[in-house]
């Protein structure tokens, strides 16, 4: 059709003709075509528009368009809206056109056609300037405005209404419809349908509505099924955001200042975010404070809280106090105005309670740690959300047995957390939920109780699982995955338990208000975690715990506040009201206030018993908490485990030990930590940490360690156990029984028995060489001690406690002990010493139900063999333990049974049990006496001391049985015992070096247990034990011995010495005491013959009195030690050997003069020590007092040991030298140097000092011819006399020989000559002295003179008796210093060496022969101990015995004693030498006798001067030098490491000066030593001495008080 083209152009040429018609057909046609519709239209509209078009170019007059266009119009209705929109295109395209004609024809042609078109609809479609330009209307503009007007009238100002009260119908039927009742067939999309048409019809605001359906909600939460499916189908129809905004102007509306938002607002807010109707991040911006200002909330909180800590800890004053009060309510005045609710944590407490964990976990996340439960609400929310999530597992595993619980419904909730119904379960939600909880689950203790019942049915669960896989180790291995699986689980689960308790459970504690039953259920839980676990609880709890968050910070301080309080308070008096406080606060806070407790108690050690006391109130945790925090208290790296001085421990470290012993033994607390911590310092080699370990036993098991034991107690230790605990402890030892089981079970449990053992063995030397550096002497001993006396204690509580099988299945035998773990041997024999006698006892109890035998002999037979079995492995371990050579002298089997006994398996304390026995009768009278006690407790009483005395019947004579068979036993062994293949000397340095000196230091029960043992081995008549030398060398020179020792040790020594003497002052005390222990006892043969050979005869053994001259120079050797010692100036010397002094007491001194010489130097200790050291002061002063009061039971030297010889025989001359006297026959060489200290070594030394000496000599050897014990004194007059006085001396000693001498006296006479030579030594030293003294001293001398002579008068008659013994000892002395100088001038100088060499054997004879006395001592003026110190020639110093001491140490084999064996070779030295002296001297001699006698009548004339003047002297002397120079008394006994360079001195002087008088004494001697034919001629000078004797007494005695003086200073 042309319709689709444009119209024919020959239509518009012929329009009247034929184109009009054609074009009408054309439309007629175009509308009655129905079929497509919207072609058609499209072709009409074409038509019409191309019409048009021609109208416009000009082609077709308007006019005729417009007549045939009314035609067209009737063709169909809508012609004429099709016409205006072609009028429209028309218009826009020629309103284009620059053409004005164009435009004119269009707006004509719609002119023409405005009848046919309506305006209305023109006015719509044509452009207003178009409208206007037709008339159609009058400005363009205006009806711009106004169609735009219309347009917003019509599409943008829609009829909504939003307010209730535009609306009120609308409105009140939606809330009708929300608020009707729901429970019906009523479901949401029902009810939204209404909700539409409403809004429809009344035009309602669709967000009004959503808004009251959110009201209507609020109101009815419990519709959430209803409500939720609602808003969400609504939400379809708005904007996402919508619903958000809502909700954020709703809480807006509630930001006021006072304003509240209500908890339903949060709950719908929460229910939509768990429903995702709307996001999180959308609502929380709309919410109210920003989190900016809850950080500054959260830090001015920390802030606040360090305040008040502050204000607690400071001391305030009163009138501060006021101000702070007024500060302070001024700010509460201030803080009125409440700020805006947090719509933040309100909302996150009402998503914890729908569940919603999810959102509220993200809240939190946005806040500081804790800050939001740390509002209560929100904590219990989130509490009761936890007991939801718990219930099933809890009630399936957590619940106790007998206890119901309430039940808790589930959430009805399909999106709330999943229920925990494994432990699993519980770790991947609810521990989450706990840590975000913190401190606060203390808001919910019930809960805090099932998470704590959780915890400990996991534990259990754990614990069987551990046991059933120990149990199926034959698991098929396809289960070995699983299981490592399970395991893995296990331990994660165990991990993350552990965090909870450490983050949330401990901390809850602290803010519970003092809830005893949560700690104790707590503690259910706890003591399933290993030991190590829960102190690193406790750790982080006390150390970290307090500073996480401003609340326990708080706490933190008013606890500590609070125990300042109660602790100021404390008293014994009010321990129960102060416990009671002191329970209360630790059931929340038992870090805090145990730490402040502990820091109290350190400080003020009299706290200790009150704190003890007071804490019965504690928990089970609390006091795990308490061990906890001593150990940490221990272990504080900051203070110092020595005090200032560096010399003792420091006191905190003493306080904490004694409360550790006193708390653990009261109360049941678990000691694994403590006993592992002591355990772990001991291997860091850290020893002061024993001093815990040590109280902890002692107070726990009751088993004391102390050195300050009286003797009663001491044998009562040796009984059995019920005897000790009787009778041997200071404390009474009482309900120990638990206490001591719990210590053994911690150390069984813990293994820790047998390490602890050994790491204090090892550790006793190491505190020595490792600890012991840098530290003190005195420190370093205390520490030795400490480590060593817990040693002793723990091995007893070990010995005491452990079941046999126990002890046996830990210790290892003693090879091991020794070899493997380096264990020092006495502490290994200690280890092993029960587990012997256990052994024994349960081998002879076997082998007697055995066999029924009752006699007495098949029981004794029993226990040998039972012994033997036992023994026999040790005797071969303890091979090892020793070089081989060590064999040959003692045998194994002696040396294990010695270490293998104690003093129970020797005696039995009969006297301690009589006296327990006596005391539980005298109790029982008491309570028989007592009229007050009611009649059923006398009854008990009764009945408790009766079965105690019937124990101790019983324990007495079972002890009596095992002490005969013990005995049976030994002398059935004796004959092995001592072996002997070198030298019975050697074979008592072993036994002294292996055996007693060890184990006398070990312990004091060791000490007494050495004493009898050689007393034992004595009476068994042992065969190669000489007792005598064993006694010798125990008393010979303790000084090395004394000085090596620590405190302790001293103190043990000292016991074992006093025993050791106590023995040898009972034999000495009576005769037949003496004949009847030692007479004919193998011990006391004084001729040591082969080994083989045992025949000895009465003349071999040692007689009586003899053996008292041996106790006096015992005696002697003692006082010369101990002096030594006291003159050191070393404080270990001093302090030790006053101890030692203290402890050998009761049986020395006994001899008056060697008391006096004590007395004197005690004395000056005590002025010297008062400032310097007061705890040397302290020990002298306690000494001297009790050495006063011993003055009484001392005796003069005549009387404890005979002085004047009886008629001599041989033997008497033998023994008169005591063993080892040189005067013995070379048969008998019991050699003196095997009791005195001459070696080779020191002859030597005495050659060269010979030398030096000469020169002085020559100085002094002016008018005085015979001068020999003068002092050196300024007046040369009272030099002579004394020298008048010696030669007197010697006169009547050689008279008084010559008298005595029988035929058979010659070896006396050797001995003496020996001895004499000593004397003339001395002498010379003593006048090299006095010669260097006259030049320094004279000013003085005049003055001092007057003095000495007032100070004499008054004690003459006293000294003269102490003379009369003195005098006795000189006078042999005397005769001898004549005959050697003369002797030693005419041998030839090449000579004059092996002179000295037989002078030190001489002096060492001398020594052994009588015993001296030693010197006083009064004070000493500085010079004159400057000069000591520098002339080494004239005085022998300290330093020069020692060293002579030392070189003989070098020399001996045994390492703690000297050995003593003289060289055979200068015996046969001396007698060549005699031999020549003989010939040369012999007629010399006769003829300078005869002048003797001469001189010897001159001085008797002069003897009553010399009574004047020598007083004086001797006291000058006296004051001057303190006797510089030794007497002649001294010089008899005194021994080479005594003064060897004074004899050699003297010996040279009395070369140069000796006249031909003393020649021909010293050739009479020879000639005596090879035959006694110059007995004749001896007896003048004896009668001459007995003569003078009594007018000498008095001069004498002064002048040998001063020699002590002197001898003394030798020493």
Known sequence: MAAAGALPAEWIKNWE?????????????????????????????????????????????????????????????????ILADVFCILDIETSCLEEKSKRDHFTQLVLACLYLVSDTVLKERLDPETLESLGLIKQSQQFNQKSVKIKTKLFYKQQKFNLLREENEGYAKLIAELGQDLSGNITSDLILENIKSLIGCFNLDPNRVLDIILEVYECRPEYDEFFVPLIESYMYMCEPQTLCHILGFKFKFYQEPNGETPSSLYRVAAVLLQHNLIDLEDLYVHLLPVDNAILEEHKREIVEAKQIVRKLTMVVLSSEKTEEKEKEKDKEEEKTEKPPDNQKLGLLEALLKVGDWQHAQSIMDQMPPFYATSHKPIAIALCQLVHVTVEPLYRRVGVPKGAKGSPISNLQNKKAPKQAESFEDLRKEVFNMLCYLGPHLSHDPILFAKVVRLGKAFMKEVGTSKKLNSEDRMVKFQSDGNKQEDKEKMEILFSCLLNITDQVLLPSLTLMDCNACMSEELWGMFKTFPYQYRYRLYGQWKNETYNSHPLLVKVKAQTIDRAKYIMKRLTKENVKPSGRQIGKLSHSNPTILFDYILSQIQKYDNLITPVVDSLKYLTSLNYDVLAYCIIEALANPEKERMKHDDTTISSWLQSLASFCGAVFRKYPIELAGLLQYVANQLKAG???????????????????????????????????????????????????????????????????????????????????????GEKHLKLVGKLYDQCHDTLVQFGGFLASNLSTEDYIKRVPSIDVLCNEFHTPHDAAFFLSRPMYAHHISSKYDELKKAEKGNKQQHKVHKYITSCELVMAPVHDAVISLHLPKVWDDISPQFYATFWSLTMYDLAVPHNSYDREVNKLKVQMKAIDDNQEMPPNKKKKEKERCTALQDKLLEEEKKQLEHVQRVLQRLKLEKDNWLLARSTKNETITKFLQLCIFPRCIFSAIDAVYCAHFVELVHQQKTPNFSTLLCYDRVFSDIIYTVASCTENEASRYGRFLCCMLETVTRWHSDRNIYEKECGNYPGFLTILRATGFDGGNKADQLDYENFRHVVHKWHYKLTKASVHCLETGEYTHIRNILIVLTKILPWYPKVLNLGQALERRVHKICQEEKE?????????????????????YMVPENEFHHKDPPARNAVAATVQNGPGGAGLPASLTINAAKLEESTAEETDKLKEKTQGAVKVINKTANATPKVTTSNGNSASNSKIIKEKEDKEKSGKEKDKEKKEKTPAAIPEAKALGKDGKDKPKEERANKDDKTRETKEKTPKSDKEKEKAKKEEKTPKDEKSKTVVTNAESKFAAEKEREKEPSRERDVAKDMKSKENIKGGEKLSVAGSLKSPVPRSETSESEREQKRRKVDTHSSPSHSSTVKDSLSELKDSSAKHYINHTTPALSKSKEREVDKKDLDKSRERSREREKKDEKDRKDRKRDHSNSDREVPQDSTKRRKEENGTTGSSKHSKSESPSDSPRSNEKEKEKNKSKSSGKEKGDSIKTEKMEKSSSGSKKESRHDKEKTEKKEKRDSAGGKEEKKHHKSSDKHR
Do not use: W
Request: aromatic content about 6%; overall charge neutral.
């Open 686 to 772: 850290k020893s002061f940490d024993l001093l815990i370990l040590k109280e902890v036993v002692q107070k726990m098991a009751g088993i004391e360690i102390t050195e300050e034991m009286t003797m009663e107690q001491l044998e009562a230790m040796t009984g059995g156990e019920q005897l000790k605990a009787e009778g041997g402890y200071f404390g009474q030892i009482r309900n120990t029984k638990k206490s001591s089981q719990r210590l053994k079970d911690a150390l069984l449990d813990h293994d820790l028995a047998l390490p602890l053992c050994l790491l204090m063995a090892q550790q006793r030397n190491g505190v020595i060489f490792q600890e012991g």
């Open 17 to 81: 003709k034929s184109g009009k018609s054609e074009f009408l057909q054309l439309c007629r046609m175009l509308s009655e075509n129905k079929s497509h519709e919207n072609v058609t239209f499209r072709d009409i509209q074409q038509a019409l528009y191309e019409l048009a078009n021609h109208v416009v170019k000009g082609n077709l007059k308007h006019e005729q368009a417009s007549n045939v266009l009314s035609d067209v119009i009737e063709f169909r209705d809508d012609m004429s809206s």
């Open 1172 to 1192: 310097k050291r007061p705890d040397l002061y302290a020990l002298a002063m306690g000494y001297s007092g009790q050495l006063k009061s011993r003055k009484p």
